[in-house]
């Protein structure tokens, strides 16, 4: 693991993504890469979090166990994708778990290490500070759309984060879900879900096939999830 392909796995809204290629070069020199298995925890709610990972490659499902006991689907994530920062940062336990869907490579870096890089590096921390506050705002974000939109523009916003981005006229989900697994992520319950995705795919929306949802009419769908 080298700067040059650290700097390419990471993405736009990545943690680190705004590290110079000096700062990058010191976390892949002191970082650890290691695999894991589809089914494997990188990450387990409760533990201690002193170790910070960033996904090179694979997927894992990223989710929480809230106080009533329902487990909640907080977001899939794939390359470039920086877990474990919270518990990371503050000397806290870890907040959710994270779960390898498909074979995961990821590296880690643990706290020690870290701040020897941020004492290095002056601008650092700083930028680390505008990144998580950006994040804040993602979080107020989906917590807007949790509580004030109805289920379809609801369910338009989450699938809208689930698409691999591609920018032809079809896009597929990242990952194939149950309707059960897509309720836990947008908060809906299974049989809303399925009336709503079977009314889009009358509509021309979206297309449901061999457990996979494809996103047909990208603007109609970013129309639905702006309505109130």
């Keep these: 693991m080298d700067a040059a392909t650290l700097a390419q796995t990471l993405s736009a809204q990545s943690l680190l993504a705004g590290c110079s290629p000096e700062e990058l070069a010191d976390i892949a020199a002191r970082g650890t890469v290691r695999s894991f298995k589809a089914g494997a925890s990188i990450i387990l709610q409760g533990d201690p979090g002193d170790t910070l990972w960033i996904i090179l490659s694979g997927l894992a499902r990223v989710s929480m166990v809230a106080a009533n006991g329902r ?57 680390l500070l505008q990144a998580m506050a950006r994040r804040l705002r993602q979080n107020n974000t989906v917590i807007e759309a949790d509580r004030a939109y109805t289920s379809g523009p609801r369910l ?10 591609g920018e032809g006229e079809e896009a597929r989900l990242k990952i194939a879900l149950s309707q059960g697994e897509l309720g836990n992520f947008a908060g809906m319950s299974r049989e809303q879900i399925n009336r709503q995705l079977s009314a889009w795919a009358d509509g021309g929306i979206v297309a449901l096939k061999g457990g996979r949802v494809t996103v047909l009419d990208r603007e109609a769908l970013v129309d639905i999830a702006e309505a109130w």
């Design 156 to 165: 338009a916003r989450f699938l809208l984060r689930l698409m691999m981005g």
């Design 71 to 127: 487990e909640i689907v907080l977001d899939y994530a794939e390359r470039g994708a920086v877990l474990g920062e919270i518990a990371f940062l503050d000397g806290g336990e870890r907040t959710a778990t994270v779960e390898a869907i498909e074979p995961v490579e990821a590296l880690g870096l643990t706290r020690n290490a870290f701040a020897e890089i941020v004492g290095k590096h002056q601008g650092l921390a700083m930028r």
